[in-house]
């Protein structure tokens, strides 16, 4: 059994349509544990940096204007193999393309406006937990 941690991000669209607590409820359903959680309004500058992977490509100036655009629950998340199983949750980028049931599929707008972010890789979970958490912020859970 391994226990892993993974990065989520409820995006502005999800916030801003209240639907904060129906994904934390898909979240801990699933059986994921969260071990950290704020509300963040994110600056240009930390948008840009989070998806710094991503600044070469034609979408980016509007990624960083919609993750900009409001508030945004960041938060991390425990659980067995997590960063593949929350992937799994959220399906695929474009909610035309998420299998039925997963998050994108029942709350996103649109291949933009898609309601979530979970690391793609445990490498990319510890960079990105760290970009808003500091150690002591997380909490054991048993
Ligand atoms: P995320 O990083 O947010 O979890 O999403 P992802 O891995 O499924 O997709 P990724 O390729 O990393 O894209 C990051 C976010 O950029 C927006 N996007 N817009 N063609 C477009 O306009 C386009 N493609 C991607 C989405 O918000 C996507 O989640
Ligand atoms: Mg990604």
Redesign the pocket.
């Given at each position: 059994m391994t226990i892993q941690r993974t990065f989520s991000?409820v995006?502005p669209d999800a916030v801003k349509r209240n639907l904060i607590g129906a994904i934390y409820n898909r979240i801990e359903k699933a059986g994921f544990k969260i071990v950290a959680a704020k509300m963040l309004h994110l600056t240009e500058e930390q948008a840009q940096g989070f998806?710094a992977?991503?600044q070469e490509?034609?979408?980016f100036g509007?990624?960083v204007a919609?993750?900009t655009s409001g508030p945004v629950m960041v938060q991390v998340l425990e659980g067995e193999q997590a960063v593949e199983r929350y992937?799994e949750l959220?399906g695929?980028?474009?909610p035309e393309d998420a299998a039925c049931g997963t998050i994108r599929a029942d709350y996103a707008l649109s291949?933009?406006?898609?309601s979530?972010?979970?690391?793609?890789s445990p490498e990319s979970a510890a960079r990105e937990i760290a970009y808003f958490f500091a150690e002591d912020e997380l909490c054991a859970r048993d």
């Open positions: 991000i995006k998806y992977e991503h490509k034609p979408f509007e990624l919609f993750m992937r959220m695929k980028t474009n291949l933009r406006h898609n979530i972010h979970g690391a793609d």
